[in-house]
T-cell receptor
């Protein structure tokens, strides 16, 4: 079973920051927060992951609350190509642990 | 990030035939690869974990004799759908773990769309 809760859908205006929330209140101490996105008819694309510190890369920023029970993925300047389903997944970051996908958030970027 | 390829990208076959799908990690070695299936408007469902040099581990409800998995090398895993039927039509996606130091990130292939007539 997925251990995260995300809104079903969100809209964001092109050029604005898209903030996608995720609740993971039962996260364990050894579990990381991963974000992937899936554009229609493609395989999921890795975006970012983190344990407890905020993370930033060329695609996005990940803000994790101090209690680690929730996080927010931020796409700083959304473009139409960011329209996709975004999945927040918690998973231990060692060994060969599988990823369990929930229903994700369908993000639509509005021109 | 690391690159994972799949071949073919799409395949149409007749009912009763077998179809093989290849998953390759192009610039890293993967001891473990995963196979997922996705039906329209649904999320990805894990089918099996493919381990190099050993038998695959199947999720509950997935028939191991129907979905044959072979992980012959650290860069190649294959999924063979045997005696395919129309209900096997789906989007099949593989992933592979790239271990950088102590961390491992799963990267996904582009998927294979199977249509069984």
């Amino acid at each position: 079973d997925a251990k995260t809760t995300q809104p079903t859908s969100m809209d964001c205006a092109e050029g604005r920051a898209a903030n996608l929330p995720c609740n993971h209140s039962t996260i364990s101490g050894n579990e990381y927060v991963y974000w992937y996105r899936q554009i229609h008819s493609q395989g999921p694309q890795y975006i970012i992951h983190g344990l407890k510190n905020n993370e930033t890369n060329e695609m996005a920023s990940l803000i994790i609350t101090e209690d680690r029970k929730s996080s927010t993925l931020i796409l700083p300047h959304a473009t139409l190509r960011d329209t996709a389903v975004y999945y927040c997944i918690v998973r231990p970051n060692f060994g060969n642990e599988k990823l369990t996908f929930g229903t994700g958030t369908r993000l639509t970027i509005i021109p | 990030g690391a690159v994972v390829s799949q071949h073919p990208s799409r395949v149409i076959c007749k009912s009763g035939t077998s179809v093989k799908i290849e998953c390759r990690s192009l610039d890293f070695q993967a001891t473990t690869m995963f196979w997922y299936r996705q039906f329209p408007k649904k999320s990805l469902m894990l089918m099996a974990t493919s381990n190099e040099g050993s038998k695959a581990t199947y999720e509950q409800g997935v028939e191991k004799d129907k979905f044959l998995i072979n992980h012959a090398s650290l860069t190649l895993s294959t999924l063979t759908v045997t005696s395919a039927h129309p209900e096997d039509s789906s989007f099949y996606i593989c992933s592979a773990g790239d271990r950088g130091g102590l961390e491992e990130t799963q990267y996904f292939g582009p998927g294979t769309r199977l249509l069984v007539l």
